[in-house]
């Protein structure tokens, strides 16, 4: 059975920073691209960032230069550094694991819909 739980959310001021950790069970962790989506009050799923096989990262525009993105093959655990938290960063944050093995592009790596198992998520809320 694949498991994915994440954990590390919060409530934090802005600018301030959370790491996300995602532990994960139940398949070949080190093939799979892995994936950090959330979802904020009353919107759709956004895609953050997406981690390749070999450990290269992604980012949506919105949280490059203030996220990252990582992962420890030797864990299982995918993990996501928040930094210079903005109240619009706000959301249930949800890691997920890539449908398939192989490559992927820069394009394909940011639809959520090629993501085929997700935890059950963690909050992260930024107010002051």
């Known amino acids: 059975e694949v498991r994915l739980v994440a954990s590390g959310g919060g409530l934090v001021q802005p600018g301030g920073s959370l790491r996300l950790s995602c532990a994960t069970s139940?398949?070949?962790?080190?093939?799979?691209?892995l994936g950090w989506i959330r979802q904020a009050p009353g919107k759709g799923f956004e895609w953050v960032s997406g981690?390749?096989?070999?450990?290269?990262?992604y980012y949506a525009d919105s949280v490059k230069g203030r996220f990252t993105a990582s992962r420890d093959n030797a864990k299982n655990t995918l993990y996501l550094q928040l930094n210079s938290l903005k109240t619009e960063d706000t959301a249930m944050y949800y890691c997920a694991k890539w449908r398939t093995v192989g490559p992927v592009s820069e394009s394909t790596i940011k639809e959520v819909t090629n993501y085929d198992s997700w935890g059950q998520g963690t909050q992260v809320t930024v107010s002051s």
């Open positions: 981690v390749t096989s070999g450990g290269s990262p």
């Open positions: 139940g398949f070949t962790f080190s093939i799979y691209v």
